[in-house]
């Protein structure tokens, strides 16, 4: 059964029904559209689908080998609070926006058309690029998979496979590998590719919470014991942390290392608030908008925090500090301990943990499955944005073409895998932790997008939150909020931003493969919209800023 | 002002938006939108009457109603803005007592009534508005959409100033138009719903009377099936989005019989709504078929401009927000 069109305006679906006041009624009548809108736990469902859960080693190891005196405790609970006061800015974006399409859509509409244009655009190139990373990490993911595979099916073969993929164009072609895989199951119905997505999601959640239990159940000397005898080494544990020394790495903790980190952290959220994407589906928007990003931020920062502190429990600090930089500084004192990955970090020591071939199998390949089923949700995200577009002309049409015969979004699908190809030769030259920082960047940057949208919002489209009834003094009041949480949330987007852009440690990383990246995304915008422009004009169509031109009702 | 492309001439200028709901302050714009695109014509495309009444009580000099799933409760001396407000977004405000609301509830037949008489008397003060506002040069056309109760059509169609060509063709100089707001079988059995099969009979007979290769514009409320312009949420049988892969799923809803239709008959441009999330442009065989999408709770009017050649060709479109 479908919905054959919209529901009715926010919050009047389906309430016509008697209250505890005479006036708490609403007559509707029966119309297409009508449907019965979703309630938090769907909604919070659908933040906490949006986030991989697994990345968060991931993105562990990029603040490891980037700062010295690392830890994880104050970027967790900072980058949730940032999510939290942004949260506020777009539940009123919610509101005057319902029917959501992102930052695109707020920047065009609040901002100026121009903005929303260019900024779009920017989006498509960073989604592009963002599903080029994450065929990145399973590519970085597939030897320590294969090792672990190895170990569970107690195969040599297997597991020294891996051992031949680790080379730059190695990580290339796997990256390849991955979205050439993605966009294969994408051409697949909806509905398959909705349960493969579910199905991947429940692997790497399992994965997690099982990693979860392992690290309880064990000690810090069965992490010592496992990694000598994984290792081959009785003292392996302590050859790594002297190795670092010698080689230069500081332990300890800092305020300062922990604030730096915090770009990396709002990385690990990203995908939480996403229940505004399908805000025009929630039952009263604004209020399970709200209710199921809190819950999910909570769930998130009580699972990561938790996940932290029994590393720092099982495995130790000083061991996580040692092994990610010495990895980094002198790959080859560390490769002479431990063949232990050391990118993969949390799930690296559950499967070195791990005495039965069920759990090795789910840590060995939680990432990469977790990675393909980002992209997949991704690659939707992405045509969709490349969609729009083409519908505004500033791309060809036929970018937004639909197969005849499998109905799918060829051409988009084409596009994107062309250049996320591009993408995955550029990242195999740059190392994992710059590939995080710049991930950080352009998620910052988006959230800036969405932070100016909502605090110019009451300045220049006061309209789009009209509440009927509501007293002028409490409107005020009301859009003096509007425009507080809006410059909060742009505030800590500028403050994530000049984060990454200041330390010398993360932006100085940048190549010039990484740079190249940069001006790519960032320049694509506006490159695209003067070219659409110009072309237009010079063929005597219909002028762009017609698309977004204000109507006047009277 | 005609306007040169690939040696091509602009004869007319079609602006076409849809499913509005009932919100005043769109169909306003959808006047406004004549004379700031420059366009010739300006077509609804079906589904203008609102869907909801919100009764709002006057106890003691107070007005209260239920706005956005809050109570709000305002002076008599605000109702203006009160009203205005609701109808912005498409919402019937009506001022009743506690016992008309008593009885409202429990006569559905009554409730019925009063839609009615709500939706009239909006679209004869919409076709009034229509008159005074728009340029005499400007056609104004109306076609209704599956949510609209029949007895409406009278009303359009009586009016001096605005045109009602349903299942009718429609002479619009360089081409003709067809509209038709009948729509496959819905969950809800609205008030113009069909079976595929007897949707295609009409088309088809609508379209009998066309010269053979006149190029024709085909205004049919339902969107072709699978064709990018009819994607909307899943439904599990109470009428909830189905979710899958932590996201809600969007499938196809349009119609077989609209896509045979415009594969068949091939005309010059499908103007099509019904699926307010599906704003979308694409090409079936030689035919642009276009969704403006629908805004209306917002107060945003979506719609699409669209420039037709002398040889009655397309030459060119755009999708609006505005």
Redesign the interface.
């Known amino acids: 059964m479908t919905s054959s069109e919209a529901s009715v305006p926010a919050g009047t679906a389906g309430t016509a029904k008697v209250g505890s006041t005479p006036s708490t009624r609403l007559f509707v009548r029966q119309t297409s559209g009508l449907v019965r809108d979703l309630g938090i736990p769907a909604a919070t469902g659908i933040s906490l689908a949006s986030v991989a859960v697994v990345n968060t080693f991931i993105n562990f190891n990029a603040g490891l080998t980037d700062f010295t005196k690392a830890d994880m405790y104050l970027p967790l609970v900072v980058a949730a609070g940032i999510w939290l006061v942004a949260m506020f800015a777009y539940r009123y974006l919610l509101r005057a926006v319902p029917r959501a399409g992102g930052e695109y859509v707020y920047l065009s509409r609040i901002v100026s058309p121009a903005a929303g244009s260019v900024a779009g655009l920017g989006i498509a190139v960073v989604f592009t690029y963002v599903l080029s990373t994450n065929a990145h990490f399973a590519a970085q993911f597939t030897p320590f998979m294969l090792t672990g595979l190895g170990a569970a099916f107690h195969s040599t073969a297997i597991a020294n496979a891996g051992t031949h993929l680790t080379s730059n164009i190695a990580i290339a072609w796997l990256s390849v590998a991955v979205m050439l895989i993605v966009a294969a199951l994408s051409l697949f119905s909806v509905r398959i590719v909705a349960r493969i997505i579910f199905w991947l999601i429940v692997l790497q959640v399992l994965a997690f919470l099982v990693l979860i239990g392992m690290l309880a159940a064990n000690s810090h000397a069965d992490f010592t014991s496992a990694l000598a005898s994984y290792s081959h080494n009785p003292n392996a544990f302590a050859a790594i942390i002297s190795a670092a020394k010698s080689n230069g790495v500081v332990f300890g903790t800092s305020i300062a290392a922990g604030v730096a980190i915090i770009p990396f952290m709002v990385l690990n959220y990203n995908g939480v608030l996403y229940s505004y994407y399908v805000g025009g589906e929630l039952r009263r928007p604004g209020r399970t908008y709200l209710y199921a990003s809190a819950i999910s931020i909570g769930v998130l920062v009580v699972l990561w925090i938790g996940v932290w502190a029994l590393l720092r429990a099982r495995v130790g600090l000083q061991f996580m500090q040692a092994q990610a930089n010495l990895s980094v500084v002198n790959p080859t004192a560390y490769g002479k301990i431990t063949s232990l990955n050391s990118v993969a970090g949390g799930l690296g020591y559950g499967m070195i943990l791990s005495s039965d071939p069920i759990t090795k199998i789910l840590f060995a390949t939680a990432v990469p499955l977790a990675e393909i089923a980002v992209n997949l949700a991704f690659l939707t995200v992405t045509t969709r944005v490349l969609f729009a577009q083409a519908f505004d002309r500033l791309l060809p049409v036929r970018v937004a073409k639909i197969g005849d015969r499998n109905h799918a979004p060829n051409v988009a699908i084409a596009i994107v895998l062309v250049i996320g190809i591009g993408f995955c030769f550029l990242t195999s030259l740059v190392n994992l932790g710059s590939i995080v920082a710049l991930q950080s960047l352009f998620f910052a940057l988006i959230l800036l997008a969405g932070g100016i949208s909502a605090t110019v919002l009451p300045l220049r489209r006061a309209d789009l939150i009209e509440t009927p009834g509501m007293a002028e003094d409490a409107r005020r009041r009301w859009l003096r909020n509007v425009t507080l949480v809006g410059a909060a949330t742009t505030i800590l987007a500028l403050f994530t931003v000049y984060e990454l852009a200041s330390h010398s440690s993360v932006y100085g990383k940048f190549s010039l493969e990484s740079i190249l990246t940069l001006v790519i995304v960032l320049g694509a915008g506006p490159v695209i919209y003067l070219i659409a422009r110009t072309v237009r004009r010079q063929r005597n169509a219909l002028d762009l800023s017609m698309a977004m031109r204000e109507l006047p009702p009277e | 002002m005609l306007?040169?492309?690939?040696g091509k001439q602009r004869a007319l200028r079609i602006y076409f938006a849809t499913?509005v709901?009932g919100s005043e302050?769109c169909f306003?714009?959808f006047l406004?939108?004549a004379k700031?695109?420059e366009a010739d014509v300006i077509i609804l495309g079906g589904?203008f009457?609102g869907?909801?009444?919100?009764?709002?009580?006057t106890q003691d000099g107070t007005?209260?109603?239920?706005?956005?799933?809050?109570?709000?409760?305002?002076p008599e001396s605000?109702w203006d803005?009160?009203a205005?407000?609701?109808g912005?977004?498409?919402?019937y405000p009506v001022r009743m007592d506690?016992e008309e609301?008593?009885r409202?509830?429990a006569d559905h037949a009554a409730?019925?009534r009063?839609?009615r008489g709500e939706i009239a008397a909006q679209m004869q003060r919409w076709c009034d508005l229509a008159a005074e506002r728009l340029d005499p040069a400007v056609r104004c056309i109306i076609t209704p959409g599956?949510?609209d109760p029949v007895d409406a059509d009278p009303i359009i169609a009586a009016h001096p100033r605005v045109e009602c060509p349903e299942l009718e063709l429609c002479d619009l100089g360089p081409v003709t138009m067809a509209s038709l707001g009948v729509?496959p079988t819905?969950?809800?059995?609205?008030e113009r719903e069909c079976t595929e099969d007897e949707l295609a009979k009409q088309i088809d007979e609508m379209l009998d009377p066309l010269p053979a290769g006149r190029p024709c514009i085909l205004n049919l409320h339902c969107p072709p099936y699978?064709?990018?312009l009819d994607d909307?949420?899943?439904?599990?049988?109470?009428?909830?989005?189905v979710?899958?892969?932590?996201?809600?799923?969007?499938?196809?809803?349009g119609s077989t019989a609209v896509r045979e239709a415009i594969k068949r008959h091939q005309p010059v441009v499908g103007l099509h709504g019904?699926?307010?999330?599906s704003?979308?442009?694409?090409?079936i065989g030689r035919t642009l078929c276009v969704n403006p999408g629908?805004?209306y709770?917002?107060?945003?009017?979506r719609g699409a401009?669209i420039?037709i050649a002398q040889d009655g060709s397309c030459l060119?479109?755009?999708?609006?927000?505005?």
């Open positions: 306007r040169k492309k690939a499913d709901h302050v306003r714009k406004a939108a700031v695109y589904d009457a869907k909801a009444i919100v009764p709002v009580l007005l209260r109603a239920r706005v956005g799933g809050d109570e709000v409760a305002v605000q803005q009160l205005g407000g609701l912005k977004a498409g919402l506690a609301l008593d409202l509830t409730l019925d009063l839609f599956n949510d729509v819905t969950p809800w059995n609205t699978a064709s990018g909307a949420p899943e439904l599990d049988e109470t009428l909830k989005p979710i899958r892969g932590g996201r809600p799923s969007i499938i196809p809803v019904h699926i307010h999330e704003r979308a442009a694409q090409k629908s805004d709770s917002s107060g945003v009017l401009v420039d060119d479109f755009l999708l609006t927000t505005g």
